[in-house]
């Protein structure tokens, strides 16, 4: 189970850092990650971080601004959100998938197996 946190309203140019935490103390992702839904939108790729090694990948809508990380203590992911912009409003989702034995398209969001409830980022102009 995943639950995300983080979420507000924000001015444009401001930061937010989402958190996304997984329950089960025997839990091992192999990908843990974010998507986001605007409104009218369909869900878009934003991140994905491999908990093997802690390389993060980035979708279109994730480069530049975002960076995401981990905890892996207490298998957490952030989403550090910087320089919001109006069009970053939307719900996020974080997700998280378990090893396939095969390659992942980390991007894919039917590759992922656990999804969190998401958590509504509203930025005002």
């Known amino acids: 189970q995943l639950q995300a946190s983080g979420g507000g309203l924000v001015q444009t140019g401001g930061s937010l850092r989402l958190s996304c935490a997984a329950s089960?103390?025997?839990?091992?992702?192999?990908?843990m990650g974010w998507f986001r839904q605007a409104p009218g939108k369909e869900r878009e790729f934003v991140g994905s971080?491999?908990?093997?090694?802690?390389?993060?990948y980035y979708g279109d809508s994730g480069k530049g601004r975002f960076t995401i990380s981990r905890d892996n203590a207490k298998i957490t992911v952030f989403l550090q959100i910087n320089s919001l912009k109006p069009e970053d409003t939307a719900v996020y989702y974080c997700?998280?998938?378990?090893?396939?034995?095969?390659?992942?398209?980390?991007?894919?969001?039917?590759?992922?197996?656990?999804w969190g409830q998401g958590t509504l980022v509203t930025v005002s102009s």
């Open positions: 997700a998280a998938n378990t090893p396939r034995g095969r390659y992942v398209p980390v991007s894919v969001a039917d590759e992922y197996d656990y």
């Open positions: 089960g103390r025997t839990f091992r992702p192999n990908f």
């Open positions: 971080i491999d908990w093997n090694d802690g390389k993060a």
